[in-house]
């Protein structure tokens, strides 16, 4: 089992900044990535940023430039820095972990989403 606890969400102006984090605990041998998705009323959910093991970052087009993804391995966190939001970055907002357990398999845990609004 994994658990993912997620937190920093909220409301904030356009152009401001938060900072979310997602700390994974529970049985596993290693953390193989970790992300951030979301998902917007109306819309599907999509990839936001992604960060595996080697420490290569992965990012939608749509947050190049304003948002940050960033692991601490020490803690089993991970960072999403979002700079510059605009009222589109409004979604609830997932973390994902995937996890490489003791048997070998590699399991995708979800976190339970956290609000970002942006709004004046």
């Known amino acids: 089992q994994v658990q993912l606890v997620e937190s920093g969400g909220g409301l904030v102006q356009p152009g401001g900044s938060l900072r979310l984090s997602c700390a994974a605990s529970?049985?596993?041998?290693?953390?193989?990535?970790m992300g951030w998705y979301r998902q917007a009323p109306g819309k599907q959910r999509e990839l936001v940023a992604t960060?595996?093991?080697?420490?290569?970052?992965n990012y939608a087009d749509s947050v190049k430039g304003r948002f940050t993804i960033s692991r601490d391995n020490a803690k089993n966190t991970v960072y999403l820095q979002m700079d510059t939001l605009k009222s589109e970055d409004a979604a609830v907002y997932f973390c994902?972990?995937?996890?490489?357990?003791?048997?070998?398999?590699?399991?995708?845990?979800w976190g339970q989403g956290i609000q970002v609004t942006v709004s004046s």
């Open positions: 994902n972990v995937a996890t490489r357990r003791y048997s070998g398999a590699v399991y995708d845990s």
């Open positions: 529970g049985s596993f041998l290693s953390i193989v990535a």
């Open positions: 960060i595996v093991s080697g420490g290569q970052t």
